[in-house]
DNA sequence: TGTATCCATACGTATAGACGTTTCCTCTCC
DNA sequence: GGAGAGGAAACGTCTATACGTATGGATACA
């Protein structure tokens, strides 16, 4: 991490500012609840004008890194409110970020004729023709830890083979890197659910047994949707985190 | 609402514009997926620099109400992504956003010294002398939909009786108003729960019937904690929804 | 007919400067 | 000693202007 601005550089000038102060506030050289250099020092510090500054400070204070008193300054924020939980995050993502090892076994992939419910969820009229369902069983440090069913509605011409999700990873880095399609935001449900004795069987739990059932429909940068997925999680494994804002 | 920006108004012209662009989209005049007027047009239409334009889109692009293509221009998000609904919210306020009529029993109201976890979640040395707790009973129209339990920091010297409670309405109002206390952030975690036999009388369940349980911890403005509630809410009733966003 | 280039338009980044509002400290006067 | 006025510092709002970069269509040319 560098400690100037670089004009040369191709990343916007308030991007590597609010690196660098985030470098600094994160190695702990700028204090919780103190307060960080005014703007306008900034603005000599780092020989960029005030807006710029001002740039810098708006995304970092929406990552959650500083708070701004008017009249007073702006302030660091307390390190534990830096980790953005909710954000849009995949399973493998979501498990890393806790420090557990993700896993999956993928139990089926192919083209179905969605259910009624999953059409409303996509956008689709019912009945529609086949689109892609993948169901996976989740792991974490090898123990199952929730049966995944996802559907994905993929421009025409278009289809994902094993072959290529072993070669890319994950869905995800597959849809952006090959498709370009980049999820922006989701809405999501949970409720509790019971296992059925399928279920049950898969996750090595007594049928009947508490589970956390979560939903999500996922849309791309257009706001578009594009995924729908469907979650079981073993109640007694799986705690679920969010952070919210005002 | 107005058509167009008063300099003389109180409040920030970006405001004001976006308010007016908000509305143009709420109202259907501005239509989903089609581009809105150019910020250079807008420039022109309400006489103001092209700088204050892009504040307002900003906040509305924050709000979901529209999105940008860099190149092509700005555009109407659809309008179901306009609920915010996982915003930070009091159990009153989500339950008129899902049409329940919310409803609550004050179980106990009182000062009680917190146990230990509840301790380190307000971030105090344990044990620690006596705060503020409330217990109630959560309705929607009128029956059972959570048990609530909530712990509250107050600013030495403070006290709030169930009297004050009836005349604020609620404890976020009497915070707001006569303490200066604004929720701005919170941690929450979700997972699932079986009833004690005491917790199933109240919620008029079966004990062991499965429960989802909410633990929150509140920030205000400078970004302490002053509040940590659990609810546990029944798994037959309640479903929780969410906004994720990258 | 097809392709390559150019250009208008739109959003993205950046600067310099001005004035408003809030906070807090200091100094003065009673 | 206390109350009030004044001022410095910090964030908040706003303008005018310039140039960068992505998109998509029009135009020119092979």
Redesign the interface.
């Known amino acids: 991490m560098t400690d100037s601005v670089d004009p040369k550089d191709i990343s916007p000038r308030y991007y590597q500012l609010a690196n660098i102060i985030r470098e600094r506030i994160i190695t702990g050289e700028l204090e919780q ?1 103190k307060p960080i250099p005014s703007e306008r020092q900034m603005e000599e510090i780092y020989s960029v004008s005030r807006t710029t500054v001002r740039q810098a400070l708006d995304l970092l204070e ?1 990552q ?1 890194y500083v ?1 701004r ?1 008017h009249g007073r300054g702006t ?1 660091v ?2 390190q ?2 830096q980790k953005r ?4 995050t995949s399973f493998s993502e979501d498990m890393k970020q806790r420090g557990i090892e993700p896993g999956q076994k993928i139990l089926e992939i192919g083209l179905v004729e969605p259910p009624e419910g999953v059409c409303r969820k996509l956008e689709l009229t019912f009945p529609h023709e086949p689109i892609l369902r993948i169901t996976r069983l989740r792991l974490g440090d090898g123990t199952p830890m929730g049966l995944q069913t996802s559907y994905y509605l993929l421009p025409d011409g278009c289809e994902i083979t094993t072959a290529e999700l072993e070669v890319y990873g994950s869905v995800y880095n597959l849809l952006e890197e090959k498709l370009h399609i ?11 659910a ?1 296992a059925t004795p399928n279920e049950a069987a898969l996750l090595q739990i007594k049928p009947g047994s ?3 059932l979560s939903e ?1 429909t996922t ?1 791309s ?4 949707v594009f995924e729908f997925v469907k979650i079981l999680y073993r ?2 494994r ?9």
Chains 1, 2 share one sequence.
């Open positions: 609840h929406r959650g708070y008193e302030f924020s307390p534990k409110l939980i909710s954000d849009l980049v999820p922006t935001e989701a809405d999501e449900t949970l409720e509790v019971l508490p589970l956390l999500r849309y940068q257009n706001r578009r109640g007694d799986y705690i679920y985190t969010a952070k919210l804002t005002r």
